[in-house]
């Protein structure tokens, strides 16, 4: 059976839209697309580098599919080890809107998303691994479908755009199992779900 993973980038004020530049989701008027672009540092670059060395499949939501399949399959250099896993690898794609899934080794999951991707899980051995998809990443955050947070947070408030963890997401308690910080200033923090919260008072 294989874990789930979800690599996030996010603002201090926990916004995730459009994170690689201008045009990437303006959406609802957001103004800020590319805001992550001034911390992609060496130490950054190496911590990306390693997430992908442990992807067996890849799942996505369709804004972020759409915004991989324009850009990664034209990466062709066999040194990126980004775009070798990203181009060679199997990916599903969870929506129910898409046309056609163009990009070479993708599936289209149209189904009920929670039952498609816990059927997933069990059929497929090693890592399956998420990168931004915030909408799809709530769902199945609801549903205790994600296993491993890699949440990247970068010194920068903006003030508007998508939340990941926005009102009304389901109460869950994470293990810390990593972290670090870039030269940039960016947090690279790992977390393990570990199930409810538990409670308690100062008193």
Do not use: C
Request: charged letters at 20%.
């Amino acid at each position: 059976m294989a874990t789930l993973s979800l690599t996030q980038f996010l603002t201090l004020d926990g916004v995730h839209q459009a994170p690689g530049g201008p045009e990437e989701d303006p959406s609802d008027g957001f103004t800020h697309g590319g805001w992550s672009v001034p911390f992609g540092d060496e130490d950054f670059g190496r911590f990306m580098d390693g997430v992908f060395t442990r992807p067996t499949a890849f799942l996505l939501g369709r804004r972020t599919y759409e915004i991989f399949a324009g850009y990664w399959p034209k990466q062709t250099d066999p040194a990126d080890p980004i775009a070798t896993k990203l181009n060679v690898l199997p990916k599903y794609v969870a929506t129910t809107t898409l046309e056609s899934a163009d990009w070479a080794g993708t599936t289209v999951l149209r189904g009920d998303v929670v039952e498609e991707v816990r059927a997933l899980k069990e059929r497929i051995d090693g890592e399956i691994q998420m990168h931004g998809s915030g909408g799809l990443a709530r769902t199945l955050l609801d549903h205790d479908l994600i296993d491993t947070l890699h949440l990247l947070v970068f010194p920068v408030v903006l003030g508007t755009g998508r939340r990941l963890f926005a009102d009304g997401v389901r109460p869950t308690a994470f293990r810390l199992t990593d972290a670090r910080t870039t030269g940039a200033g960016v947090t690279l923090t790992t977390y393990a779900r570990v199930g409810r919260p538990e409670y308690g008072s100062y008193a």
